[in-house]
Protein backbone atom coordinates (compact mmCIF):
# COMPACT_ATOMS: atom_id res chain seq x y z
CA UNK A 1 0.00 0.00 0.00
CA UNK A 2 0.84 3.57 -0.79
CA UNK A 3 0.25 6.44 0.99
CA UNK A 4 0.47 9.89 -0.63
CA UNK A 5 0.27 13.12 1.26
CA UNK A 6 0.06 16.42 -1.13
CA UNK A 7 1.34 20.16 0.08
CA UNK A 8 1.76 23.43 -1.86
CA UNK A 9 -1.64 24.71 -2.32
CA UNK A 10 -2.64 27.74 -2.43
CA UNK A 11 -4.00 31.41 -3.91
CA UNK A 12 -2.30 33.07 -7.03
CA UNK A 13 -3.18 35.48 -9.32
CA UNK A 14 -3.27 34.40 -12.98
CA UNK A 15 -0.25 34.52 -14.74
CA UNK A 16 1.47 33.19 -11.36
CA UNK A 17 3.08 30.13 -10.83
CA UNK A 18 2.72 27.54 -8.13
CA UNK A 19 4.29 24.14 -7.28
CA UNK A 20 2.58 21.38 -5.88
CA UNK A 21 4.37 18.58 -3.76
CA UNK A 22 3.69 14.75 -2.57
CA UNK A 23 5.15 12.98 -0.44
CA UNK A 24 5.17 9.07 -1.34
CA UNK A 25 5.56 6.38 1.39
CA UNK A 26 4.89 2.75 2.00
CA UNK A 27 5.71 -0.25 -0.64
CA UNK A 28 6.79 1.38 -3.86
CA UNK A 29 7.41 -0.93 -6.96
CA UNK A 30 8.76 -0.71 -10.68
CA UNK A 31 5.47 -0.53 -12.33
CA UNK A 32 4.11 1.85 -10.12
CA UNK A 33 2.70 5.22 -11.48
CA UNK A 34 1.96 8.32 -9.76
CA UNK A 35 -0.01 10.89 -11.08
CA UNK A 36 -2.07 14.52 -10.47
CA UNK A 37 -5.74 14.97 -11.03
CA UNK A 38 -8.11 17.91 -9.96
CA UNK A 39 -11.73 18.50 -9.45
CA UNK A 40 -13.72 21.62 -9.32
CA UNK A 41 -16.63 22.51 -7.85
CA UNK A 42 -19.58 21.17 -9.62
CA UNK A 43 -16.88 19.57 -12.09
CA UNK A 44 -15.64 15.43 -12.68
CA UNK A 45 -12.53 14.74 -12.10
CA UNK A 46 -9.87 15.36 -14.21
CA UNK A 47 -6.46 14.00 -15.03
CA UNK A 48 -3.52 16.33 -15.68
CA UNK A 49 -0.62 14.25 -15.96
CA UNK A 50 1.41 10.84 -14.84
CA UNK A 51 4.73 9.87 -14.76
CA UNK A 52 5.94 6.31 -14.58
CA UNK A 53 8.02 5.78 -11.23
CA UNK A 54 10.81 4.30 -12.52
CA UNK A 55 10.96 5.21 -15.84
CA UNK A 56 10.11 9.03 -15.79
CA UNK A 57 7.97 8.37 -18.65
CA UNK A 58 5.19 11.18 -18.32
CA UNK A 59 1.27 12.03 -20.00
CA UNK A 60 0.08 15.21 -19.99
CA UNK A 61 -3.62 16.10 -19.95
CA UNK A 62 -4.37 18.43 -22.96
CA UNK A 63 -5.89 21.03 -20.78
CA UNK A 64 -2.37 21.25 -19.32
CA UNK A 65 0.08 20.43 -21.94
CA UNK A 66 2.67 23.76 -22.03
CA UNK A 67 1.95 25.21 -18.35
CA UNK A 68 2.04 22.25 -16.58
CA UNK A 69 4.97 19.76 -15.86
CA UNK A 70 4.76 16.77 -13.50
CA UNK A 71 8.62 15.67 -12.14
CA UNK A 72 9.50 13.20 -9.17
CA UNK A 73 12.37 12.67 -6.75
CA UNK A 74 13.06 9.07 -6.19
CA UNK A 75 15.81 9.72 -3.93
CA UNK A 76 12.73 11.80 -1.75
CA UNK A 77 9.97 9.98 -2.93
CA UNK A 78 8.36 12.92 -3.92
CA UNK A 79 6.24 13.52 -6.65
CA UNK A 80 6.09 17.45 -7.86
CA UNK A 81 3.79 19.66 -10.43
CA UNK A 82 5.43 22.61 -11.49
CA UNK A 83 2.33 25.04 -12.66
CA UNK A 84 2.95 27.96 -14.83
CA UNK A 85 0.84 30.60 -16.38
CA UNK A 86 -2.02 29.53 -14.32
CA UNK A 87 -5.47 30.99 -15.00
CA UNK A 88 -8.62 31.21 -13.01
CA UNK A 89 -10.00 27.94 -15.01
CA UNK A 90 -7.23 25.82 -13.36
CA UNK A 91 -8.65 26.73 -9.57
CA UNK A 92 -9.87 23.19 -8.11
CA UNK A 93 -8.76 20.84 -5.11
CA UNK A 94 -5.59 18.67 -6.58
CA UNK A 95 -5.10 15.47 -5.66
CA UNK A 96 -2.40 12.95 -6.44
CA UNK A 97 -2.47 9.64 -6.87
CA UNK A 98 -0.56 6.37 -7.33
CA UNK A 99 -1.63 2.79 -9.04
CA UNK A 100 0.08 -0.51 -10.68
CA UNK A 101 0.50 0.02 -14.34
CA UNK A 102 -2.06 -0.95 -15.96
CA UNK A 103 -4.62 -0.64 -13.30
CA UNK A 104 -7.67 1.82 -13.23
CA UNK A 105 -6.94 4.75 -11.25
CA UNK A 106 -10.28 3.76 -8.63
CA UNK A 107 -8.21 0.93 -7.50
CA UNK A 108 -5.35 2.84 -6.48
CA UNK A 109 -4.05 5.31 -3.24
CA UNK A 110 -4.64 8.62 -3.27
CA UNK A 111 -4.01 12.00 -0.91
CA UNK A 112 -6.53 14.04 1.02
CA UNK A 113 -5.94 16.87 -1.76
CA UNK A 114 -4.82 20.81 -1.82
CA UNK A 115 -6.94 23.73 -2.65
CA UNK A 116 -5.34 25.64 -5.71
CA UNK A 117 -7.49 29.06 -6.29
CA UNK A 118 -6.55 31.22 -9.27
CA UNK A 119 -7.63 34.66 -9.06
CA UNK A 120 -8.29 36.88 -12.31
Known amino acids: QVQLVESGGGSVQAGGSLRLSCSVSGRTFSTLVTGWFRQAPGKEREFIAD????????MYGDSVKGRFTISRDNAKNALYLQMNNLEPEDTAVYYC?????????????WGQGTQVTVSS
Open 51 to 58: IMWTSGGT
Open 97 to 109: AAVRHGTSWSQGS
